[in-house]
């Protein structure tokens, strides 16, 4: 079974202070996603990595950046925290790399539990 | 990319079938189709995915129809854990995943 696993489900910050999440998957899958998720508004795409260094932006990248040192590990860190990032945090991954995405593969996504942030 | 529709609530009682509709008239010859659902506070589970044929695993039956408009997801024997926001998506162009609103199903005893 795919396992993707997060660092923290509850996590407690204070505005302007330097957030990391932590996400690994046992799967060895290419693609790594980092999506925040809240009431009304579904899932929302930060960013996504087809490869290890490789990163790119989602739909809200803004207050986000990301990290991708291991193929296994992606990390989204908050550089400065603010109120408006308080939310669900949830980090996916999938096989098909990026050649087969551009060319209209399937891909399905597996999810982690979640990181429930709530900043101060 | 493709949009769906679904009903934002369903209830179905324990040990029937639950039949989940989605509309995606739209959905464009290479796109398939996903399910996927979540239940309340943990991360959405992938549950089955298909483009023209039927298709059934474990968890569930997905039922497409041949203009490819709509599907059906269908739980066979609904429990109670099965209670879940449940998503119905058409794979966009990009390699997002783009989550609506869902069905709320309830599952009662």
């Known amino acids: 079974d795919v396992k993707v696993t997060q660092s923290s489900r509850y996590l407690v910050k204070r505005t302007g202070e330097k957030v990391f999440l932590e996400c690994v998957q046992d799967?060895?899958?290419?693609?790594m996603f980092w999506y925040r998720q809240d009431p009304g508004l579904g899932l929302r795409l930060i960013y996504f990595?087809?490869?290890?260094?490789?990163?790119e932006k989602g739909d809200i990248p803004e207050g986000y950046s990301v990290s991708r040192e291991k193929k296994e590990r992606f990390s989204l860190i908050l550089e400065s925290a603010s109120t408006n990032q308080t939310s669900m945090y949830l980090c996916a991954s999938s096989y098909e790399g990026s050649r087969g995405l551009r060319q209209g593969r399937r891909e399905t996504q597996y999810f982690g539990p979640g990181t429930r942030l709530l900043v101060l | 990319d493709a949009k769906t529709t679904q009903p934002p609530s369903m209830d179905c009682a324990e040990g029937r079938a639950a039949n989940l509709p989605c509309n995606h008239s739209?959905?464009?010859?290479?796109?398939?189709v996903y399910w996927y659902r979540q239940i309340h506070s943990q991360g959405p589970q992938y549950i089955i995915h298909g483009l023209k044929n039927n298709e059934t695993n474990e968890m569930a039956s997905l039922i497409i129809t041949e203009d490819r408009k709509s599907s059906t997801l269908i739980l066979p024997h609904a429990t109670l854990r099965d209670t879940a926001v449940y998503y119905c998506?058409?794979?966009?162009?990009?390699?997002?995943?783009?989550f609506g609103k869902g069905t709320k199903l309830t599952v009662n005893p």
């Open positions: 739209t959905i464009s010859g290479n796109e398939y």
């Open positions: 990595s087809y490869d290890v260094k490789m990163k």
């Open positions: 799967m060895d899958h290419e693609n």
């Open positions: 998506i058409v794979r966009a162009r990009s390699e997002k995943l783009v």
